[in-house]
């Protein structure tokens, strides 16, 4: 029985600890990919596109937690196109420049002070 409750109360603390540093670094790689492609893909849907992402950086100011990074997007035969984008994982929100205007506008706002002059997660 007391191991149980040693359970429950792991549990709990578990629960009650902000899951952005429960993540380990490759989980939440994974996690910013599989947003990311889902974005993606309904955006251009019914077109012949592929994705491809690089430059995955893990960064804070302070106030957010971000990842950071480059897409290479392909459509068709189009020479293909590097945008970059912003995951911020606490609050699921992803932005890629050149999908609309707010996107673009989203991922200027925070390219600099989150990305370029944020601390480095490990």
Same mark, same amino acid.
């Given at each position: 029985?007391?191991?149980?409750?040693?359970?429950?109360?792991?549990?709990?603390?578990?629960?009650?600890?902000?899951?952005?540093?429960?993540?380990?670094?490759? @989980?939440? +790689?994974?996690?910013?990919?599989?947003?990311?492609? #889902?974005?993606?893909?309904?955006?251009? $849907? !019914?077109?012949? &596109?592929?994705?491809?992402?690089?430059?995955?950086?893990?960064?804070?100011?302070?106030?957010?937690?971000?990842?950071?990074?480059?897409?290479?997007?392909?459509?068709?035969?189009?020479?293909?196109?590097? @945008?970059? +984008?912003?995951?911020?994982?606490?609050?699921?929100? #992803?932005?890629?420049?050149?999908?609309? $205007? !707010?996107?673009? &506008?989203?991922?200027?706002?925070?390219?600099?002070?989150?990305?370029?002059?944020?601390?480095?997660?490990?």
């Amino acid at each position: 029985m007391n191991l149980r409750i040693a359970a429950l109360a792991a549990a709990l603390l578990a629960g009650s600890v902000g899951t952005a540093f429960a993540l380990s670094t490759p @989980v939440v +790689f994974a996690q910013t990919e599989q947003a990311l492609r #889902a974005k993606l893909k309904s955006a251009y $849907a !019914g077109q012949p &596109a592929r994705f491809g992402f690089e430059n995955f950086r893990r960064r804070t100011n302070g106030k957010d937690e971000a990842v950071c990074g480059q897409a290479t997007i392909y459509i068709g035969r189009d020479k293909p196109s590097l @945008v970059r +984008f912003v995951y911020r994982y606490n609050s699921g929100d #992803a932005a890629i420049e050149t999908l609309n $205007a !707010g996107e673009t &506008a989203t991922v200027q706002k925070l390219w600099t002070p989150l990305c370029l002059r944020g601390r480095p997660i490990e």
